[in-house]
């Protein structure tokens, strides 16, 4: 396994009442233990993935949407790539198979989470592609809940449960 970057940063966090409703710009969150983010579309379950293809937390990298407003005429700088909190200085795709904590709350990696079609139905002509090229984020499950703050770090805190468990480390 590839060592994640030990420590990075929250910018920003987004949520989404309901699937295809604008998102909207949050100052704090909280976590819910198993379930995602207070009030957003996964929690409710009202996503238009609901059912379908989950996810309780999505992070994105804000290095990955400087990249995208440099590189292309598509707006995601607000919220419009509709994932949940902007990182920085941590590599998401690296923190596969591991626990790190998120402001109080301790979260474990999922799955990378790659761009649909769906989203550019819902924000602007080329999302898809401009998220593409391992830019769109990862899927998190929340496994201790807590309140989540722009300026929170990021930390790994260990290798995810069922990583320990075939390792048997903890």
């Known amino acids: 396994m590839t060592e994640a970057k030990a420590s990075g940063e929250v910018v920003a966090i987004f949520i989404a009442r309901s699937g295809g409703q604008p998102v909207e710009r949050v100052h704090e969150i909280e976590a819910l233990k198993d379930r995602g983010l207070a009030g957003d579309r996964f929690v409710e ?34 919220g419009q790539h509709r994932r949940n909190i902007v990182t920085r200085g941590v590599d ?54 807590g309140v989540i703050r722009p300026g929170d770090s990021i930390e790994v805190v260990g290798k995810s449960g069922w990583l320990s468990s075939v390792l048997g480390t903890s």
């Open 45 to 78: 379950g009202t996503s238009y993935w609901s059912g379908v293809d989950e996810c309780q937390v999505t992070l994105i990298a804000v290095e990955a949407l400087e990249e995208i407003t440099t590189k292309t005429e598509v707006s995601v700088m607000e």
């Open 92 to 145: 998401l795709l690296k923190l596969r198979g591991t626990r790190f904590q998120v402001g109080d709350a301790v979260l474990e990696f999922d799955r990378p989470r790659p761009p649909c079609r769906y989203i550019q139905s819902v924000s602007e002509r080329g999302m898809t592609k401009a998220l593409g090229r391992n830019r769109g984020g990862i899927c998190a499950r929340v496994l201790e809940g």
